[in-house]
C-alpha cells in the first residue's frame, strides 16, 4: 500500500517536471533580436590628446560660465567636464606606455571648471574665488601644452 503511494507521488513529480521543462524550452514564437556588434571605441593613452581637448574645451565653454548661464551650465559645461575628466582618468594610467606629466594640471583646470560652473548654478557667494582658482589652474595648463616636453613621460626613462 505504501508502495503505490510512492509510485503515484514519483509520476506526478515526474509529469510535472516534464511539462516544466517543455514551457521553459519553447517560451513563445516571436523573431529573435538580432544583436548588432559595433568597434569599440579607439582609446588612446596620450595625455596630450586629452590635455590638448580639454584645452579646446575650455576655451570654448568657460565664456558661458563668465556670462552666468546658469541655465546650460549643466549640460554644456559640467557633464561634458566630468566625462572628459573620467575618460582621462580611465584611459591614461602611470602603468600605459605615457604618463601624465605637466598635462595632469588641465586635468585639474577641468575639474576647477566644473566646480566654478557649479558655485555659478547655486548663486554661491565662493563663486569669486573659484573662478580665481579656475584661471590659476587653466594658466598652468597652457603652461603643460606650450611646453609639452614636460608632459607625456615614457615610465621607462623616469630616473635615467
Known amino acids: 500500500m505504501f508502495s503505490c503511494k510512492s509510485h503515484a507521488v514519483k509520476a ?4 510535472g517536471s516534464a511539462m516544466l521543462l517543455q514551457a521553459c524550452g519553447n517560451s513563445s514564437d516571436a523573431p529573435e533580436e538580432k544583436v548588432i556588434i559595433k568597434a569599440a571605441p579607439k582609446l588612446s593613452n596620450d595625455a596630450t590628446a586629452y590635455a590638448n581637448e580639454a ?3 575650455m576655451n570654448v ?3 558661458l560660465v563668465y556670462e552666468k548661464q546658469s541655465g546650460v551650465l549643466e549640460e554644456q559645461v559640467r557633464k561634458p567636464a566630468r566625462k572628459l575628466s ?3 582618468r580611465i584611459n591614461v594610467k602611470m602603468t600605459d606606455s605615457v604618463t601624465e606629466g605637466k598635462f595632469a594640471l588641465c586635468r585639474k583646470a577641468l575639474t ?10 547655486e548663486g554661491d557667494a565662493n563663486a569669486v574665488q573659484k573662478q580665481a582658482d579656475y584661471e590659476r589652474d587653466k594658466k598652468q595648463c ?6 609639452p616636453e614636460l608632459g607625456n613621460t615614457d615610465p621607462k626613462k623616469i630616473g635615467v
Open 12 to 15: 506526478v513529480i515526474l509529469a
Open 55 to 57: 584645452w579646446k574645451f
Open 61 to 63: 565653454v568657460d565664456t
Open 86 to 88: 573620467t575618460d582621462w
Open 112 to 121: 576647477s571648471l566644473d566646480i566654478w560652473a557649479r558655485t555659478v548654478i
Open 142 to 147: 597652457e603652461g603643460a601644452i606650450a611646453n
